[in-house]
């Protein structure tokens, strides 16, 4: 069964486990001499984001709920540090133009856009070559 509420695209990254998990969230208790109780709502959320502690309810795996994401394969155990280099350059680039992480990719794609035109460069086919270099760092390899 896929996962399409509170767990979509969670994932245990070390077992593969997908259905039960541990995050350190924070609620909304109403806190008197006497002690505390869950308090009503709408104040009595349960909330939690993408830097939560997460711990797989299987095999103990504990880390930023963001690292139990369904990611695509990494043959090479190099995809995180290529994410990481990136992120280096959106963070420079954030920097350098003062634009919210939101729109950052979106704008430094435009921005590289420019920049292929003023150095006489393919920005599709350099596009299409990523894609097909993309694919290979994500792709497992079938034995014969």
Known sequence: ???????????????????????????????RD???EFAPSPRG???????SVTECA?????????HFRNLPPD???MNDNRAAWAGA????????TGVDEEDTLGDLLCDLMHWSDRHDLDFDAALDRARLHYEAETTLESSP
Do not use: H
């Not at 399409?4 to 806190?31: H, M, W, Y």
């Not at 959320?45 to 830097?51: K, L």
């Not at 350059?89 to 350098?96: K, M, N, V, Y």
């Open 1 to 31: 069964m896929t996962n399409s509420n509170c767990l979509e695209n969670v994932c245990c990254p070390k077992c593969g486990q997908k259905d039960r998990f541990f995050f350190r969230a924070s609620i909304t208790a109403e806190v």
């Open 58 to 66: 299987d095999c103990g795996y504990s880390a930023c709920l963001k």
């Open 45 to 51: 959320d349960i909330e939690w984001d993408r830097n």
């Open 75 to 77: 043959p090479e155990g």
């Open 89 to 96: 350059s959106l963070g420079t680039f954030i920097d350098e």
């Open 34 to 36: 006497d002690g505390a």
